[in-house]
């Protein structure tokens, strides 16, 4: 069994004077942020303050790249080309990077965000060319991958430095990738019920999917949605329930 994982949220996903969940309360309880780089959310500002603050409380720093949509919130499936895909990473890692310095930290892993991500753990090609762009940008950098998806292949071929993740309030279908967020019950909102699911997860070495079905993966970090009404108090609950259980929470 895991006995010690990263707990991370996406976050920094407001844009201007839209604001997109509570950040500053979930830096006080995850150990890792994705940070969005200004294409699907978040803007220059945005971004320093989100660093500011996970550097101030120890909390890792990501760049969270997705697609330029900022009015999809990067949740819509776009026909990018290969070369075009891979300087947006690029871009945005690049941006994220520069914001990092200035905050006094460094980003240290990559998550791809929404419909890109979705699309990558679908598409080993898509996945390798998103992450050879970063890598060449750092070649050190940690790529967290959807564990046991095509996100994991394209890593485990580059050869780089990957991290396993799952998610505490997504479902899984049979195949480890995301129940679609239209369908019901694909997002969990009770820490109640989503912290029991992750620490059998644990225990098991494996995703739980739907069906029951156990995919065996390694876990390095558990993921929730920092933009979700229940975010804060799901983070808490799950922090918590892991704690008890003896589960040490720490950076990647």
């Keep these: 069994m895991t006995r010690k994982v990263d707990l991370n949220a996406d976050m920094g996903e407001g844009f201007g004077p839209?604001?997109?969940?509570?950040?500053?309360?979930?830096?006080?309880?995850?150990?890792?942020a994705n940070i969005a780089c200004g294409f699907h959310a978040g803007d220059?500002?945005?971004?320093d303050k989100t660093m500011r603050r996970a550097v101030a409380n120890g909390v890792g720093i990501?760049?969270?790249?997705?697609?330029?949509?900022?009015?999809?919130?990067?949740?819509?499936?776009?026909p990018i080309p290969a070369a075009e895909l891979a300087n947006a990473?690029?871009?945005?890692?690049?941006?994220?990077?520069?914001?990092?310095?200035?905050?006094?930290?460094?980003?240290?892993?990559l998550k791809l965000h929404g419909a890109l991500a979705n699309m990558?753990?679908?598409?080993?090609?898509l996945a390798q060319t998103c992450y050879q762009a970063a890598l060449e940008v750092d070649p050190d950098i940690v790529i967290m991958v959807l564990a046991a998806t095509e996100q994991e292949a394209a890593?485990?071929?580059?050869?780089?430095?990957?991290?396993?993740?799952?998610?505490?309030d997504r479902a899984y279908?049979?195949?480890?990738?995301?129940?679609?967020?239209?369908?019901?019950?694909?997002?969990?909102?009770?820490?109640?019920?989503a912290a029991p699911r992750i620490l059998k997860m644990l225990e098991a070495g494996a995703i739980i999917a739907e069906s029951g079905k156990h995919i065996p993966c390694q876990i390095d970090t558990?993921?929730?949605?920092?933009?979700?009404?229940?975010?804060v108090t799901m983070a808490h609950g799950i922090r918590q329930h892991l704690e008890q259980a003896g589960i040490t929470l720490a950076p990647l």
């Design 44 to 47: 220059p500002d945005v971004m």
């Design 120 to 125: 990558a753990s679908e598409d080993q090609a």
């Design 222 to 231: 558990i993921c929730l949605h920092g933009d979700t009404p229940d975010a």
């Design 62 to 78: 990501g760049a969270h790249p997705g697609f330029a949509d900022l009015k999809g919130f990067g949740r819509r499936r776009l």
């Design 18 to 32: 839209w604001h997109m969940g509570d950040d500053t309360a979930l830096l006080d309880i995850v150990t890792s």
């Design 155 to 168: 890593a485990r071929v580059l050869g780089c430095n990957w991290a396993g993740e799952i998610f505490a």
């Design 173 to 193: 279908n049979d195949d480890a990738t995301l129940v679609d967020r239209s369908q019901p019950g694909a997002v969990l909102h009770d820490a109640a019920v």
């Design 89 to 109: 990473v690029a871009y945005q890692l690049g941006a994220a990077q520069a914001m990092a310095r200035r905050a006094g930290g460094k980003v240290r892993h």
